[in-house]
């Protein structure tokens, strides 16, 4: 019988959904992360290659990899921090030298290869986690639609690199009392489930339309924690409210943090606190509150299929406008429908958004910066 290491499978696993990767996104702006993924499957062969066949040769190969997985994690992820104007190659250079350091020393002096990759790798993980713990609204780049499930993949990179180190911990102490007898399987089995992990949450990360989750619980907390606003906080939200009024930018289904800042003039982290601060909540989940209002509208004011009227409001997953549907309303958007239409059927689309929808309105943090202030007046 022909034996096929796991980690083999495991590279098949990652090429399918690079594949996935080139078919769906932009190939410009998901550079990085594809070749990432490209990395990650290549890395997945060598090391079948090294512990399933015993092919030592490719270990100065898997020594040179190891030293560029975790830099171009970094520069993947910290691309949706930034305009793409900010993230040229120019200035990326300097996270290459780790690799060609790691060139150098296998060939005039190996020991020290190894805790290089160490650092390196300790390195970079804490610094992409020193960016999750900035919050899902660092990711200006990243669609809202599915900023959070971006922001996930963040976490769960920058912990899949930091286990790293742990590894060669136990494969050190293996060394010591066993003689190197179980380092084979810990080095293969530590290595396929971290680049399983790293695969999926690059393969996530790049679908920067992919359908999000809202963490009511996390927005909350958030709140909790944020400084009081500002008046200029309210300046700031009352400039987002009139935007999305007057341009229904929440339309844009490509819309991010990035674009609406902007389009105002201001860093995107300023207009992303006043937000915090005024609404009580995330970018995202404020302009999903904008979306699910307008599919209100749409439900009563037309008699459009409801796949039509969610992508008109603004949404491309339909579980995510299902789920934002509900939270804000109580019902599902069929149910909606057929409990404030009219018996007559929908009303005529010149009406005002004010006359078509009935009572019931949004939650008080949906609700423009100036009726909120009005209300407390």
């Not at 709140?223 to 844009?252: H, I």
């Not at 992303?272 to 004011?301: D, K, P």
């Not at 037309?302 to 992508?311: K, L």
């Amino acid at each position: 019988m022909i034996f096929i290491p796991l980690p083999f499978v495991v590279s098949l696993l990652l090429v399918i959904l690079l594949v996935r990767m080139a078919r769906r996104a932009d190939l410009r702006e998901n550079m990085f992360f594809m070749l990432l993924m490209g990395i990650y499957a290549l890395q997945s062969v060598l090391i079948g290659m090294r512990w399933g066949y015993d092919a030592r040769v490719v270990m100065p190969v898997l020594s040179l990899i190891a030293t560029l997985i975790a830099p171009l994690a970094w520069i993947a992820f910290s691309g949706l921090t930034k305009e793409r104007s900010e993230h040229r190659l120019a200035r990326l250079w300097p996270h290459m030298l780790p690799a060609c350091l790691a060139a150098l020393l296998m060939t005039f002096w190996r020991e020290p290869v190894g805790p290089l990759i160490i650092l390196v790798f300790l390195s970079y993980g804490l610094a992409l986690l020193w960016l999750a713990l900035a919050g899902p609204d660092v990711l200006v780049e990243s669609r809202l639609d599915g900023v959070l499930r971006s922001y996930r993949s963040l976490w769960v990179t920058a912990l899949a690199i930091l286990a790293s180190p742990i590894t060669d911990i136990f494969i050190s102490l293996d060394m010591q009392w066993a003689g190197g007898v179980h380092s084979g399987a810990i080095i293969a089995g530590g290595s396929v489930l971290a680049l399983l992990l790293l695969g999926g949450a690059a393969a996530v990360a790049s679908e920067e339309a992919a359908p999000g989750e809202d963490d009511d619980e996390a927005d909350r907390a958030h709140a909790q924690t944020t400084p009081r606003a500002t008046g200029e906080d309210s300046a700031v939200a009352a400039a987002v409210d009139a935007l999305m009024r007057s341009k229904q930018l929440y339309k844009d289904v490509d819309l991010n943090l990035g674009r609406i800042a902007r389009r105002l003039g201001l860093p995107a982290r300023q207009v992303s606190s006043a937000i915090n601060r005024i609404h009580g909540s995330s970018v995202s989940q404020y302009v999903n509150n904008q979306r699910i209002e307008e599919a209100r509208r749409l439900l009563v004011t037309t008699d459009e299929p409801v796949t039509r009227v969610m992508f008109d409001a603004g949404f491309l997953s339909k579980s995510n406008f299902n789920r934002e549907f509900l939270r804000i309303t109580g019902l599902s958007p069929k149910a909606w429908r057929l409990e404030h239409q009219p018996p007559g059927g929908a009303m005529s689309v010149t009406s005002s958004p004010a006359e078509a929808l009935p009572a019931k309105s949004l939650p008080a943090k949906s609700l423009p910066a100036q009726s909120m202030q009005g209300r407390g007046k």
